[in-house]
Every structure is written in C-alpha cells, then in structure tokens.
T-cell receptor, first 117, second 112 residues
Framework: NAGVTQTPKFQVLKTGQSMTLQCAQD?????MSWYRQDPGMGLRLIHY???????DQGEVPNGYNVSRSTTEDFPLRLLSAAPSQTSVYFC????????????????FGEGSRLTVL | GEDVEQSLFLSVREGDSSVINCTYT??????LYWYKQEPGAGLQLLTY?????DMKQDQRLTVLLNKKDKHLSLRIADTQTGDSAIYFC????????????FGTGTRLKVLA
C-alpha cells in the first residue's frame, strides 16, 4: 500500500543550486500533479500531467520543470533554486475518470520540505 | 480566474460544533471536497459533495452546499482534540481542465 511516495522529505539548497523532487505512485493513475504549500496561500498548482508524455502548466510554473516518461513517475526539477521557492511541495494523483466509482479524490504524498538559503 | 476562499483560523472548545466555511467562484464546479491535513502530513480526503446535492452527512460531518451563493460549509459535531488540523476546501469540474483549485486552508484548534 505505498500510494504516492515523495523523496526527499527534507532538503536544504543554496541559491542557484539545482535539484529534483521525486514522486512515484503505484496506483496506475493517469493524472499526477505538483503543488506547493505556503502559509496563508493554501495549495497552488505548479504543473500537472494527464498521462505519460503529456504535461501542462498550473498556476505557478515559473522556475520549475517536469517530465512524465512513465505512468508511475512525475519528477519536479528546480534548475536554479531561489529563496522564493522555499516551501512544502506535494505530489498528488488520481485516475481523473470521474463517475460512479471515482469521486475525483486526489491522493497525496507526505510532502517534501525545501529550504533555499 | 477561479478562486476558493476560506478563513484562516477557527478555535472551538472540545465537545462544541465547528463550522468551517468556504466560498468559490467557478460556477462550473462539479465536485467539491474537504481535505484534512494533520501536522507534518499530506492531505487526506475527509468528504466530498457533488454540485447537484445540497447536503451530505457522514457520521459527525455535515456538508452544506449553497449553489446560488457559491458557499460550502463543513460542520463537525462534537469536536474532539484529534480534529485539530488544517481543513482545505477544493473544487474541480469535469470539463477537461483537470485542475483542482484549493482554498487557503482553515486551521482548526480544539481547546480542551
């Protein structure tokens, strides 16, 4: 029962460094997404994907890249980290085929807390 | 664009009822959700309601939807200390945008 797995849980970066936040799900979900959570601002959508090879921008995509080479994985890349990217990042997934058996519930990972100095 | 608003804080005494409110702007919202986030954890679905419903009850939880005012509320009866958490309202539609819009979250503090 792994669900959505995010790594690392904690990371400290210096300004200008790059890194990748990993997200993997074992539920065969087509839809995967990345959010950032900041105090007083709730969750804001960074990027999302509706299937392997397909990605699209969310509300706050600048400074982040994504790719979706497999159904299971959806990594989030920070090419040149900035202090404004200090946040908690959540990956979430779903099948997005709404209907009798799917309410559209998003399944979340436990989060990755990133600090950029 | 779409927006979902919530008050940031709510404090109640143990045993009282809690009411968390949410307003949304997207009239095409089809599914509306309440998620709970405990400290250091991800979000977990608490309950949901379809836009063609006015009310949904699930044990201690009651969700009310006023489509005319675009207002959603979550009532927790007999609030317990274990209910202390952040509660997020969220909405999405089935038009194919695949975007879920979350509110700012309401931090509920239950006083013993």
């Amino acid at each position: 029962n792994a669900g959505v797995t995010q790594t690392p849980k904690f990371q400290v970066l210096k300004t200008g460094q790059s890194m990748t936040l990993q997200c993997a799900q074992d539920m065969n979900h087509e839809y995967m997404s990345w959010y950032r959570q900041d105090p007083g601002m709730g969750l804001r959508l960074i990027h999302y994907s509706v299937g392997a090879g397909i990605t699209d921008q969310g509300e706050v995509p600048n400074g982040y890249n994504v790719s979706r080479s497999t159904t299971e994985d959806f990594p989030l890349r920070l090419l040149s980290a900035a202090p404004s990217q200090t946040s908690v990042y959540f990956c979430a997934s779903n099948t997005f085929t709404f209907g009798q058996t799917n309410t559209g519930e998003l399944f979340f990972g436990e989060g990755s807390r990133l600090t950029v100095l | 664009g779409e927006d979902v608003e919530q008050s940031l804080f709510l404090s109640v005494r143990e045993g009282d009822s809690s009411v968390i409110n949410c307003t949304y702007t997207d009239s095409s919202s089809t599914y509306l959700y309440w998620y709970k986030q405990e400290p250091g954890a991800g979000l977990q679905l608490l309950t949901y309601i379809f836009s063609n419903m006015d009310m949904k009850q699930d044990q201690r939880l009651t969700v009310l939807l006023n489509k005319k005012d675009k207002h959603l509320s979550l009532r927790i009866a007999d609030t317990q200390t274990g209910d202390s958490a952040i509660y997020f309202c969220a909405e999405t539609d089935t038009s194919g945008t695949y975007k879920y819009i979350f509110g700012t979250g309401t931090r509920l503090k239950v006083l013993a």
